[in-house]
């Protein structure tokens, strides 16, 4: 189920006229209709939740959150009314409030377990401003500035106020107050120069500078493609850049490899689509992303992770590895630098592994819980997210099978022992590891 909160800019300032003859806050209202006519064009647009939050002083912000219904977010939407100061931050602040209340009781975020790309609320936050200069009481302010606290329970254990699944856009209304007599320019809108630019791109979002009509209609197509169901991820490359791929789609070891020169593709922060399972409309998924640390069961507390986690790559070409006996996940990644290198090199039947630092007991890196790899069409990247340390634990699965017929001898039982210390503890509790522990029993009743 999306959720889409429009945040409207409610300051004084929104009551300047624009060279339509309405107001920016009127130009916002009609936005906010423009986009969910666009919507309903889409099925799966049924089961949207719309909440809309204000620059008021919280708790008053929230006009339509989680209990209201549709009927009373339009006609808190209609009844709006520009007359406060410009206070972005804590108008942002209570919005990530909004939607992470639910989520430590839901558990959704799944502290201290991995991360679960299947567990997810995607949410599209879009705010409506001028952009004008930021305030509150204390007078103008020339940084964008969230609160730090939260009262929300548990909000100590994400250091930003925002989740991997919620994205930021910022449409920033720059509509003149008189007609240009110049021709419109066509093409892509551009970003906004605000404060809230940075934000909305550190959230995995953009902003788009609204000069014309024409640009804002633009930007809410454009805006209802954006609703996708997917989480957030940070993709960094680790170790050095792979050997150079010739025509004949073989490595080309006369061209000199340059690693330390830095590359679009060596950091991208983009999304991974999570497709809802077709017969429950419900996302499904086995394995987690790992946590960037080792449990200790002694400490109190479980130490704060960012929102995105940081997935790193390694440019070593591999095998990909499945085995019939044990489920995998497949996600697609959103276009990006580095999906467009990996499709450029036209190598479908290897991968590149990923791991997450600190999340092994005896290794920095960590070891591997999946890999990235294109597909054989060569129309889109995918990673594949598989057990912990899958390289050890596939082919020893494997033998157990097909050569000891579920019958291992003293030798496999203490590789698997040994593959046991290298996987976190927290493995053991993914609902999918009942196919891990059932061959686990099997394998001691037939001992």
């Not at 996302?283 to 997935?311: C, K, M, Y």
């Not at 591997?368 to 057990?387: D, Q």
Request: proline share 9%.
């Amino acid at each position: 189920m999306p959720i889409l909160l429009f945040l409207i800019d409610t300051s004084a300032s929104m009551n300047q006229r624009a060279y339509l003859g309405t107001s920016y806050l009127d130009i916002a209202k009609g936005a906010v209709e423009i986009f969910m006519k666009l919507r309903a064009r889409d099925p799966a647009s049924r089961g949207d939740r719309y909440m809309l939050v204000t620059f008021d002083e919280p708790p008053y912000c929230i006009k339509a959150g989680w209990k209201e219904n549709h009927a009373t977010f339009m006609n808190e939407l209609k009844n709006l009314q520009a007359s406060g100061l410009t206070t972005l931050g804590q108008a942002l602040r209570s919005s990530f409030d909004l939607l992470n209340l639910n989520r430590l009781v839901s558990g959704i975020d799944n502290y201290g377990q991995g991360r679960n790309p299947f567990f997810l609320e995607p949410s599209i936050l879009i705010t409506i401003t001028d952009g004008n200069k930021l305030t509150n009481t204390a007078g103008v302010q020339e940084e964008l500035h969230l609160p730090l606290n939260s009262p929300l329970p548990g909000s100590e254990l994400t250091k930003e106020p925002f989740r991997w699944d919620q994205r930021l856009f910022a449409l920033v209304l720059r509509l003149p107050g008189a007609a240009s007599a110049e021709p419109e320019q066509l093409g892509s809108v551009p970003t906004d120069e605000s404060a809230i630019t940075q934000m909305c791109e550190v959230t995995g979002g953009r902003s788009y500078c609204v000069r014309t009509q024409r640009m804002l209609n633009q930007c809410l197509e454009s805006l209802v493609q954006k609703v996708q169901s997917g989480v957030v991820i940070n993709f960094e490359k680790s170790g050095p850049d792979p050997a150079p791929i010739g025509e004949d789609g073989l490595v080309d070891s006369s061209r000199p490899i340059n690693s330390f020169a830095s590359q679009p593709w060596h950091s991208c922060h983009k999304l991974i689509y999570v497709r809802p399972n077709p017969k429950t409309g419900v996302p499904v998924g086995h394995w987690p992303i790992p946590e960037s640390f080792w449990p200790d069961q002694n400490s109190p507390t479980l130490p704060p992770r960012t929102a995105h986690p940081v997935v790193r790559f390694s440019c070593v070409d591999c095998e990909p590895m499945v085995i019939d006996k044990l489920p995998f996940d497949k996600y697609e990644l959103e276009p990006s630098p580095l999906t467009q290198y990996i499709l450029e090199r036209k190598s479908p039947h290897t991968c590149w592994q990923v791991f997450v630092s600190s999340s092994g007991k005896y290794s920095e890196l960590g070891h591997p819980f999946g890999y990235l790899k294109a597909s054989t069409t060569l129309t889109c990247v995918n990673l594949f997210v598989m057990p912990y340390n899958y390289p050890v634990l596939l082919p020893l699965l494997d033998d157990l099978f097909k050569v000891h017929k579920l019958k291992p001898n003293l030798k496999w039982r203490q590789a698997f022992d040994n593959y046991l210390k290298t996987m976190p503890p927290y493995y053991l509790l993914v609902c999918s590891f009942s196919h891990f522990v059932f061959l686990c029993l099997l394998m001691w009743v037939n001992c």
